[in-house]
């Protein structure tokens, strides 16, 4: 499974963008999809997840938002980002795999597909 993320960029405190990641060599539909994040200097965070079923999963600071969704025919998974905040200053990575368990979801060492990350800058 090749990942290519995509849609970061420079944006001020209280805008929004939305983040696409194009996945291939395999079905799709039955991956779970998840973006990551590391900001400088800190781990890798779990950001969001999205199910084969269209379960969704959020980091708590992300609520409401944040929106993951997926669309199967495009082979793509995206993350409509609002109301951002410096803090939310990182590198966004997707991800994904078959099989996560819901107890793994928030785990990177879950995913064994990573896509090559993409810069978003939220200033002050």
């Known amino acids: 499974v090749q990942l290519q993320a995509s849609g970061g960029g420079l944006v001020q405190a209280g805008g929004s963008l939305r983040l696409s990641c194009a996945a291939s060599g395999d079905t799709f539909s039955r991956y779970t999809m998840a973006w990551f994040r590391q900001a400088p200097g800190k781990e890798r965070e779990f950001v969001a997840a999205i199910r084969y079923s269209s379960t969704t999963h959020y980091k708590d600071s992300v609520k409401g938002r944040f929106t993951v969704s997926r669309d199967n025919a495009k082979n793509t998974v995206y993350l409509q980002m609002n109301n951002l905040k410096p803090e939310d200053t990182a590198v966004y990575y997707c991800?994904?795999?078959?099989?996560?368990?819901?107890?793994?979801?928030?785990?990177?060492?879950?995913?064994?597909?990573w896509g090559q990350g993409t810069q978003v800058t939220v200033s002050s």
């Open positions: 991800a994904s795999d078959r099989g996560v368990i819901l107890s793994s979801i928030r785990d990177s060492r879950a995913y064994d597909y």
